[in-house]
């Protein structure tokens, strides 16, 4: 039934990209903003017959926490009584051995970059316990067998971090040594020398070091702001994001503001430049508004959502009367 399906929600779904064991993941387009998305479809059925309802229930929680360069995101889950339809971040470039087999061997500077990328997305998942388990040993072979560590295959105990390390490749020695417990670590992997070399800034800094920093947070300070005096920085909602999203372009195109799609639930705008808005009706022209604003939805608790609203480009003055127009269009 799910390949007969045209629309989803605010999405226009086109091609196939795949199928899985659950069901087919498809191209998709915002209706709205022209934003390409994949479309993953799982077929609820398909799911129950394979006793999957807890891993499929896994995935997407995990999915929902997750927040990586290298990872790819998911942006909204919508239910049907036949199927799930998971709209997620749509990479047009294709699975890594297809980029290989297609480009053929490439240069060592290439293949670093890709590695750095790797391990910094597997860390990532490490640091949210996604394969070690509360220090469980897994016995369960998942996952394509050809990147698959011995003791996966050979249905041994393993923990989890050491088996994605052999995954990973050989691009550094003692990563595909056989004995688990004698196997770089990612750690290791990220002192060593040729790991360095080149390694981008936002790339430099560990999950550990992240977490280090928000564990330094003043929690005194940040209970005063955020209990005692409660502020926030633009207009909380119950609205979903997607209706959200619709209310935010309803009001850019009445305020004849120019935009720019930056995310998903992110985007840039301004005063239109090329004409006056509303003149003849008691207001001042636009164009006196030399700013550029950013709009950028959070979800803040459960069914509650902020829009964000900051400057990022433009004085202050011409900021904030902005700001004043935004807020009385906007119907949240």
């Not at 394509?144 to 923990?159: C, D, F, M, T, W």
């Not at 503001?257 to 639930?265: D, G, L």
Request: hydrophobic share 40%; proline share 5%; glycine share 6%.
């Amino acid at each position: 039934m799910s390949s007969h399906v045209q629309r989803i929600g605010h999405y226009r779904l086109g091609k196939n990209l795949g199928i899985g064991s659950f069901g087919k993941v498809r191209l998709a387009e915002h209706q709205l903003t022209g934003k390409k998305v994949a479309v993953k479809i799982l077929n609820r059925n398909r799911i129950r017959q394979l006793d999957m309802d807890e891993k499929v229930r896994r995935e997407i929680k995990i999915l929902k926490l997750f927040y990586h360069p290298h990872i790819i995101r998911l942006y909204e889950i919508i239910y049907t009584p036949t199927d799930i339809y998971m709209v997620m971040e749509y990479v047009p470039g294709g699975e890594l051995f297809d980029f290989i087999v297609s480009n053929g061997r490439l240069s060592e500077p290439r293949a670093r970059a890709m590695f750095q990328q790797l391990i910094s997305g597997v860390e990532y998942c490490h640091q949210h316990a996604v394969v070690m388990k509360d220090g469980d040993f897994f016995k369960t072979s998942c996952g394509s067998p050809n990147y698959a560590a011995p003791e996966v295959i050979s249905g041994k105990l393993y923990a989890g971090p050491e088996v994605d390390v052999w995954s990973c490749g050989d691009l550094i020695s003692r990563m595909l040594v056989v004995d688990p417990l004698q196997r770089i670590t990612i750690p290791e992997i990220r002192r060593h020398r040729w790991f360095t070399d080149e390694l981008p800034l936002y790339l430099s800094v560990t999950p550990d070091q992240i977490m280090s920093q928000i564990r330094s947070i003043d929690q005194d300070v940040l209970m005063e702001v955020a209990v005692q005096r409660r502020w926030h920085l633009g207009v909380q909602s119950s609205m979903s994001p997607a209706d959200m999203m619709l209310e935010i372009f309803r009001a850019l195109r009445v305020l004849q503001f120019e935009w720019k799609i930056v995310a998903q639930y992110s985007l840039k705008c301004r005063p239109c430049t090329a004409r006056t808005a509303s003149e003849g009706m008691g207001q001042e022209p636009m164009t006196r508004f030399k700013v550029k604003v950013g709009l950028q939805l959070y979800k803040i608790q459960e069914d509650s959502y902020l829009l964000d609203i900051r400057k990022v480009d433009g004085d202050v003055l011409p900021f904030m009367d902005v700001c004043s127009l935004l807020l009385s269009e906007l119907k949240l």
